[in-house]
């Protein structure tokens, strides 16, 4: 707010003196002096000195402000018990683990939210497995850059429960645009009940066994985990509780089972540039492909 | 101002027909000065014209949420190729055009110092230029054949390597910007030794107009900025083919290395782009207010001092990258500093028009454009040197607002201006004031809607390179309105490229000195000879023209 202040207030004295001058001093035809040069007026020691020392204390007043910001956010410290988030960047989706909690997810971020008297921040420790990314939810903190082969950390607090959105801020490749993040921060009773059901084992049901089936012996598993199972890939997203997500594709999509189909059938389809491949599955397959997903609750 | 009588008119009647292929070789043999700089002039036009193209495709795509118009490669490859070109291509050719055109003439010199260097330089970009296009037919981008670089015009590490972005349109894009590199340098160094050793008797230091003194300073800027970035260019060829590990992530490489030596080019490359501009203002806007320049000490001291703190930003594009807060805070200080001589700069075109006779010419109206514009740019440029508001507002919409409210908002107004002011000097023919005043007014509605909203959208979330978004984030209005500035903005511009063409042969003659202006490229004819001058000029003050127009009074006294 301060710099929005001191800047406006510099466009508007520039600015109105700009303007003054254009109307005051334009050349008139019906001047009886039209002809004549006006004054020539080299300069002034003294008026350049004032306009170089008043910007120069304008300057330095916000640099101190500034600097109080940057090493109040940067040089926080971190609360014991706070929750920590492993954020990994991959082309072109967001990996998010919960190291004490046991927990691995995609896109859909849960933190807890807190108020202003208890907050309850989370920590994100932040690489990336491709190229560069970068992690920016607007409304809960700036942004971060996921760099490959380098460790960042920031901090993020929800001061009110909701859903908040974002998505990746540095150019990462082809899908770029449809890196999307979501944020739901949960209360605290929410937030444990989301906890205990992703730490459950992915769901069982023998009536998408066929489905199962499929997947298990397809492509599918040399890049997705579905915990429990032969599926340890870990170049995609996780899928032990996919149903349990509300979108697919890292937000692109809404997770509905024709959606999902869609997606499995062409990832291009909503996701032209996304790195995995069609799966060239037959109807049958597809619907029973899809049928398993669903039930991963 | 005095009216000048077509006393030459005879000079600019047709020299004997020749053929086509005479005509042709001359231009590519010539080492004249002055056809370079047209050459140059010409040359970036024409990309203005394609990159310009590119952006209004990028905005179509964008007016509505979730549009196909064009593919994502397609959309990343567009603002790849705009961004490079209008940098690479348009921007500092045709700034290099105007200072090798003017430049000797401005000290009283009959060509540059190096006249085939000069000629060397031009045909190097000129072929860097074309390298990057020939991209569309023999690159192959990330996915498929036949396609132009899709990594971003600051091309960060990693995705340049192999393993993200195979085939061969990477390969294009380095080495069009290695070869225009050298051609930059070649023309900077052939500026520093012009200015140093070729000025007229009397023309001291302390007398160059102050044209000449901005692109001393900002061929200084090439030689510490250029050399970087090429020296990365040829380690990111060496990771692609040679299999070296300067920038290969997955290797032990660094990809915060590569961002220091793009930036450490990059931030100062802005002012090698908006110095020029700051130049052609210091000729144009004393002359339509009919007074000297205010404070030109002071002004010299800001260039330069420009010129030295702009060496020392270079980070502030990488505040989101996880420096130590120390680091942050000095960079945040530095950048903040450059406000201060550039806030001298606009106080002293202040000085200068007040108390005037201001002559609204479609130049002046440019040049007054630029002010406006450029005070706001530089405000918000504050606003984004504050780190905490760059964690948020960097790599989005806003930036791009700020940076275009330099690039054309400035640097763009500032050339419209120059082309107004010099065409005549350039082609012995004046542009039409009527259309140059229509021009005036399109584009700046267009700028207005497309740049001023464009901060919006930006404020409310939205991030840079993007190739779509989602219907529920409320992006929309802003975008379309966006994007319909664009077209007035073409409008503008079509506008312009015809006047330029209709007054070349209709235009009413110029005469030698059109505007009753004051420095010497104004006392030889229009357009001036081979030669330039058939007597080399002397000067007694910074206004030599002044002190002949005014015997009685001249500047001399006062200096």
Redesign the interface.
């Known amino acids: 707010m301060l ?2 202040s ?2 406006t207030a ?2 508007l004295v ?2 109105g ?2 303007l003054y ?2 109307v005051r ?4 035809a019906d001047d009886a002096n ?2 004549e ?8 020691n003294q ?2 000195l004032s ?2 020392v008043i ?2 204390l304008i ?1 330095v007043m ?2 101190l402000a ?2 109080r ?3 109040s ?3 926080s410290p971190k609360s014991a018990d706070a929750l920590d988030v492993t954020v990994i960047g991959h082309q072109f989706w967001w990996e998010y683990r919960y190291p004490k909690l046991g927990i691995v997810t995609a896109n859909e971020l849960h933190i807890p939210a807190g108020d202003p008297k208890h907050p309850t921040p989370t920590y994100l420790t932040m690489s990336s497995a ?3 990314h ?1 992690f ?1 939810v ?2 809960l ?5 996921l ?4 460790v ?2 920031m901090w993020l607090d929800a001061e009110a429960p909701g859903l908040y ?14 890196m ?1 993040i979501r944020v739901y921060a949960d209360t605290p009773a929410e937030f444990a009940a989301w906890v205990a059901h992703q730490q459950q084992p992915a769901v069982d049901d023998p009536r998408v066994a066929e489905g199962r089936n499929i997947f298990l012996h397809t492509a599918c598993i040399s890049c997705h985990t579905v915990a429990g199972t032969a599926a340890t890939g870990r170049f995609g997203p996780d899928l032990t509780h996919v149903a349990s997500r509300d979108t697919i594709a890292s937000g692109a999509v809404p997770n509905t089972p024709a959606d999902l189909r869609a997606f499995i059938d062409d990832p291009a389809n909503f996701k ?2 996304s790195l995995m491949p069609a799966m060239h599955l037959n109807d049958h397959d597809l619907d029973a492909v899809t049928a398993y997903l669903a039930t991963l609750k | 101002m ?1 009216t000048q009588a077509p006393v030459n008119a005879g000079l600019v009647q047709a020299a004997p027909r020749r053929l086509v292929l005479e005509t042709l070789h001359d231009w590519v043999t010539t080492v004249d000065h002055k056809k370079i700089g047209l050459m140059y002039i010409g040359y970036a036009l024409l990309f203005l014209v394609i990159a310009g193209f590119e952006a209004l495709l990028m905005r179509v795509q964008l007016a509505i949420p979730n549009n196909h118009f064009v ?3 397609v959309f ?1 490859q567009l603002f790849t190729m705009h961004g490079t070109t209008m940098v690479f291509f348009v921007g500092m050719p045709i700034l290099f055009g105007f200072g090798n055109y003017l430049i000797p003439l401005m000290i009283g010199a009959r060509d540059m110092a190096f006249p085939r260097l000069n000629a060397f330089s031009f045909w190097i970009s000129a072929f860097g230029g074309f390298l990057l296009y020939f991209s569309y037919l023999g690159g192959s981008g ?2 498929g054949a036949g396609a132009a670089p ?1 990594i ?1 015009w600051w091309a ?1 590490a ?2 340049t390597l192999k393993v ?1 972005s195979p085939g061969h349109s990477s390969d294009y894009w380095t080495l069009s910007i290695l070869l225009s590199g050298i051609g930059t340098i070649g023309t900077a160094l052939n500026i520093v030794a012009t200015t140093i050793c070729m000025r007229c008797p009397g023309m001291k230091l302390t007398r160059m107009p102050l044209l000449v003194w901005l692109y001393l300073v900002m061929s200084g800027l090439v030689f510490v900025t250029i050399s970087p970035l090429t020296a990365a260019q040829i380690m990111l060829m060496l990771d692609r083919y040679v299999g070296s590990h300067f920038f290969d ?2 290797a ?5 290395l590569w961002m220091h030596f793009f930036w450490i080019f990059g931030h100062p490359e802005v002012y090698v782009l908006i110095l020029p501009a700051f130049a052609f203002a210091n000729e144009i806007i004393p002359v339509f ?4 320049i ?5 002004m010299v001291a800001a260039s330069v001092g420009i010129g030295f703190i702009s060496l020392s930003v270079w980070a502030h594009h990488m505040f ?3 420096m ?2 120390g680091a ?2 000095f960079f ?2 530095a950048t ?2 450059i ?2 001589p550039t ?2 700069k ?3 075109w ?2 200068t ?8 010419t479609a130049s002046m109206m440019f040049a ?1 454009g630029f ?2 514009q450029f ?2 740019a530089g ?2 440029g ?2 984004l040197s ?7 507002l ?3 919409y806003f930036v791009v607002a700020h940076f275009h409210y330099v690039l054309v908002g400035a640097i763009l107004f500032m050339l419209f201006s120059a082309f107004y002011y010099w065409y005549p000097k350039m082609t012995g023919r004046m542009l039409s004031e009527k259309l140059g005043k229509w021009h005036f007014w399109i584009f700046l509605i267009g700028f207005h809607l497309t740049f001023d909203f464009m901060h919006i959208p930006g404020l ?2 939205m ?8 219907a529920d ?1 409320g992006w929309m209005i802003w975008n379309l309105i966006v994007s319909s500035g664009a077209i007035f903005q073409a409008i503008g511009t079509l506008l312009f490229v015809y006047n330029m063409v209709w007054s070349y042969f209709k235009g009413p003659i110029a005469g030698p000195d059109p505007w009753d202006a004051w420095t010497l490229e104004w006392s030889t004819t229009s357009p001036p000879p081979h030669y330039n001058f058939a007597v080399i000029p002397t000067a007694q003050s910074r206004r030599p023209l002044w002190d002949l127009k ?1 015997p009685d009074d001249p ?1 001399s006294h ?2």
Request: hydrophobic content about 40%.
């Open positions: 710099v929005l001191i800047t510099i466009f520039v600015g003196l700009l001058a254009l001093f334009r050349h008139r039209a002809s040069e006006p004054p020539q007026i080299y300069g002034s008026i350049e306009w170089t910007p120069i300057v916000l640099f500034t600097a910001v940057i090493f956010t940067q040089d491709d190229t560069n970068s920016w607007p409304r903190a700036g942004k971060t850059d760099i490959p082969n380098r960042n950390t959105l974002g998505q990746c801020a540095q150019y990462c490749g082809t899908q770029h645009a449809k999307l032209p540039g | 005095a593919s994502p490669q990343n990330l996915y899709d971003g960060y990693p995705l993200f992530t997955q032990g490489g660094s990809a915060v207010s009919r007074k000297a205010f404070g030109y000490p002071a989101t990258i996880g130590t807060s942050n805070t945040v200080l903040m500093a406000s201060v806030g001298i606009i106080f002293n202040l000085a028009i007040w108390g005037g006779k201001i002559h609204f007054i002010l406006f005070l706001i405000l918000t504050i606003m504050v780190a905490p508001f760059d964690w948020q960097g790599g989005s409310e979330g991030p840079r390179r993007i190739y779509t978004y989602e984030r005014h500047d006062y200096e």
